[in-house]
């Protein structure tokens, strides 16, 4: 387990300084009082269940703000304290909360390392930041070129946006790289570690040297490998007065009652071992779905992988998204300026792949 890094620990307060003054200075909504052990009459909620309703807490009732059960579950699997843990709505809660919590508009600024996932460059520029795109070297595998995005950072960059495993591309960054990046930004800018692939990989998580980096951030997600998209739980570990600062800005009842009933026995450790199965099917899967690309006159590359897709480069994408589409599935048209013929394929099972192997043979 990260040990929970007190807030006097060397070089949190210089990050904390980054902060938006107006974040530093607020006084957060103060929610209703929890005390389950009396009944409710302080919070303005009707006091009967609406018909159908069978919760174990009733949604006529508000969700208790930042639930234990998810808290303590999450951290629990990601291996930190409690203390560590914001539990959001998908990861892309947290990537929303940290712009919000250090960006100024106008003023500072983040970089992104394209291709990558496109919601670091969205939630950047609503916030009003600039995005400095410091694009993946694309002739060595897509890594990152740590020497140019280490000659970005200023006095007014305040995030620094790597997704590893990368998506689109697929590729995991070396722990040791991400350390070292964080050594080099801070405590001027947060290293934020977007990891929802990592469960496909086989790399460390980064959420073990939080300790010892108090600008690191690492995002997660119950999205991929534990099935739970519809679900929308995600979560930003990081230093606990990283954690107070986003608490201030996150809304109160953000994980509704039923999201919390559902999802708490996924964090069991009988749930969590059949989702370590289930991608191990899966990963047998990635492999022949890959070796059935390669083989297919309309595929010129199959890039590797340490996700549950595949990046796949195309003699004719049209041609390809075209008979994909006529065997009834759809796949994600990823073409950009740095991937010209490029299509990205989630793995799904058995039937799906050959079904779409079948298309493209």
Not at 161 to 170: D, E, I, K
Not at 171 to 197: F, G, H, K, S, T
Not at 210 to 226: C, D
Not at 326 to 338: M, T
């Amino acid at each position: 387990m990260s040990a929970p890094a007190s807030s006097s620990a060397p070089g949190i307060e210089a990050v904390l300084a980054k902060a938006r003054p107006e974040i530093l200075a607020l006084t957060p909504y103060s929610h209703a009082a929890w005390e389950p052990s009396l009944v409710r009459m302080h919070a303005n909620e009707l006091p009967w269940r609406v018909h159908g309703d069978d919760t174990e807490a009733g949604l006529n009732r508000y969700p208790e703000p930042q639930p234990p059960v998810l808290v303590e579950g999450l951290a629990k699997l990601h291996g930190v304290s409690p203390e560590q843990v914001l539990v959001g709505r998908g990861s892309d809660e947290a990537i929303d909360l940290l712009l919000r919590v250090f960006c100024r508009a106008g003023v500072d600024n983040v970089i992104i390392c394209p291709p990558t996932f496109g919601m670091y460059g969205v939630a950047a520029r609503i916030q009003g930041a600039e995005v400095r795109p410091v694009p993946l070297c694309a002739e060595n595998g897509f890594t990152l070129d740590e020497p140019r995005i280490l000659a970005s950072v200023d006095a007014n960059t305040r995030l620094v946006f790597v997704c590893s495993p990368n998506n689109p591309t697929g590729n995991a960054v070396p722990p040791a790289q991400l350390l070292r990046i964080a050594r080099a930004i801070a405590p001027d800018a947060l290293l934020v570690v977007d990891e929802a692939y990592i469960d496909f990989a086989n790399v460390e998580s980064m959420a073990r040297h939080l300790a010892g980096a108090p600008n690191l951030a690492v995002l997660k997600t119950l999205s991929k490998a534990h099935g739970l998209a519809g679900a929308r739980v995600g979560a930003l570990l990081a230093h606990p007065a990283i954690i107070q600062l986003a608490r201030k800005v996150i809304p109160p009842y953000a994980i509704t009652e039923l999201t919390v009933e559902a999802v708490a026995p996924q964090l069991t450790e009988e749930a969590v071992a059949r989702m370590r199965t289930r991608v191990a099917r899966l990963l047998l899967e990635r492999e022949r779905l890959a070796e059935g690309l390669a083989r297919s006159p309309l595929v010129t590359r199959v890039w590797p992988s340490d996700a549950n897709f595949l990046l796949v480069d195309c003699t004719d994408p049209d041609e390809v998204l075209r008979r994909v589409r006529k065997a009834g599935l759809i796949i994600r048209d990823v073409r950009q300026p740095a991937l010209p013929n490029s299509l990205r394929i989630s793995v799904g099972t058995p039937e799906q792949n050959a079904r779409l192997l079948e298309s493209l043979s």
